[in-house]
């Protein structure tokens, strides 16, 4: 009893000297940068831009003097997270302020969009996956800011799945799209404010960016052990395990097996109609991947869903065993693999998607070829390659 009390002390004295981990929107408004003061202001967030108390970021700069905000800027989703589709401009209800789409007519911010805008700033949990299209915000919101002459503050995030493991390939310019921009990994490893370093000087973009860290994140922490609070940062990642899962289940949109999306856990299962369910949990579970395994189960979808709607799917459930060991994007493609060659008549690529997300045509090639295996250890080069690359650019330990 005494060594069990022990441990407990010992575990509550570790937890009262960690380092609280407060986003850079709480580091900025308790020290607002001087490139601020008196100035116009435009905001790039959504809903995820919220402090420890889940105060927004458009209240808290409102709060912040010397600083006018003058208009805010929304991503894929909208302002509130919610839409599924293209947004249009419109006025925030609450504030008055004009809400400028990135995800409508245009996805990067035009000279009309920045009129009358000194500074520009960017608040949005990302997820730490190049497919994850806030990152291509990002991007183009730099390249808009470089191009007015105005400078661009990013209040840095945590990335949720850790920044210390990296999964998948570099994208190919050659297939740079709105869910893949620049040549990066696919499970990178990074936060917004270290992408945003590597994009301004990999890419030359030229932009006068700051970003403002996070305080007290380490690169080995997931997102449960930030202390912060979750909110959904789009509408079908709806918890941490779905952002775990998300790196790889991302790829079943590349084919007419549903990621989950209009069920109740997106990205978290996978089905159709016509699956044999259970011959793939088999092949799955017999694979003895890392970290994870597979539960055959059966699962409505909404009337609105974009795959099968209204439908009972039979799917496969992928339940998390080890966060640390597990591989998301090889697990997904391998699942993917022993589907098409289970259903070759049912089994169907939806377009190009492939190619967009993987960020190359090797990756339809090597799974039509039964070479699949082969290409994810040329994959591990990549890593390295990026694991160097990326150095420079870091800013956590």
Same mark, same amino acid.
């Given at each position: 009893m005494q060594r069990s009390a022990a441990l407990l /002390? =010992? =575990?509550?004295? %570790?937890? %009262? &000297?960690a380092p609280a /981990?407060?986003? +850079?929107?709480? /580091?900025?408004?308790? @020290?607002? *940068? %001087? *490139?601020?003061r008196g100035k116009r202001v +435009? *905001?790039?967030?959504?809903? &995820? +831009?919220?402090d420890r108390q889940r105060r927004s970021t458009i209240d808290l700069l409102r709060g912040v003097p010397d600083l006018t905000l003058v208009a805010l800027y929304s991503p894929e989703h909208g302002i509130r997270g919610v839409a599924e589709t293209r947004v249009a401009s419109t006025v925030d209800e609450k504030t008055g302020l004009p809400v400028h789409s990135l995800y409508g007519d245009t996805d990067k911010p035009t000279p009309q969009m920045l009129e009358g805008i000194d500074v520009l700033v960017y608040d949005i949990q990302d997820l730490g996956v190049r497919q994850y299209t806030f990152e291509s915000t990002l991007a183009l919101a730099m390249q808009a800011a470089a191009e007015k002459g105005i400078p661009i503050v990013v209040l840095d995030r945590p990335n949720p799945v850790t920044g210390t493991i990296l999964e998948g390939n570099i994208l190919e310019p050659a297939y740079e799209s709105f869910v893949g921009i620049y040549p990066v990994l696919s499970r990178h490893g990074m936060t917004l404010g270290e992408l945003a370093r590597m994009y301004?000087?990999?890419?030359?973009i030229g932009a006068d960016l700051t970003v403002v860290p996070v305080e007290g994140w380490r690169r080995d922490m997931w997102w449960d052990e930030t202390g912060l609070p979750w909110v959904n940062p789009s509408p079908n990642i709806r918890r941490l395990e779905a952002a775990i899962h998300y790196p790889g289940t991302v790829f079943f949109e590349a084919t007419n097996v549903s990621e989950g999306r209009g069920t109740d856990l997106p990205f978290e299962q996978i089905g159709a109609p016509w699956l044999r369910n259970t011959e793939v949990v088999a092949a799955m579970n017999a694979m003895n991947l890392p970290g994870i395994r597979f539960e055959a189960v059966e699962f409505p979808t909404a009337e609105t869903a974009r795959k099968y709607p209204g439908q009972v799917l039979k799917g496969v459930r992928l339940t998390l065993t080890d966060r640390a060991s597990y591989r998301p994007l090889a697990t997904s493609l391998l699942m993917i693999d022993v589907i098409r060659r289970l259903h070759p008549d049912q089994f169907q690529w939806a377009g190009a998607? *492939?190619?967009? @997300?993987g960020g190359s045509a090797r990756l339809r090639q090597a799974i039509e070829a039964g070479t699949l295996a082969e290409l994810l250890r040329e994959w591990e080069r990549d890593? %390295?390659?990026?694991?160097?690359?990326? =150095?420079a650019y870091l800013i956590y330990r």
């Open positions: /002390v =010992a =575990a509550a004295v %570790a937890c %009262a &000297s /981990v407060r986003p +850079g929107i709480e /580091v900025f408004v308790d @020290h607002p *940068l %001087a *490139l601020v +435009g *905001l790039i967030t959504n809903q &995820s +831009g919220i301004n000087a990999e890419q030359r998607t *492939l190619e967009r @997300h890593q %390295a390659t990026f694991r160097t690359k990326r =150095a």
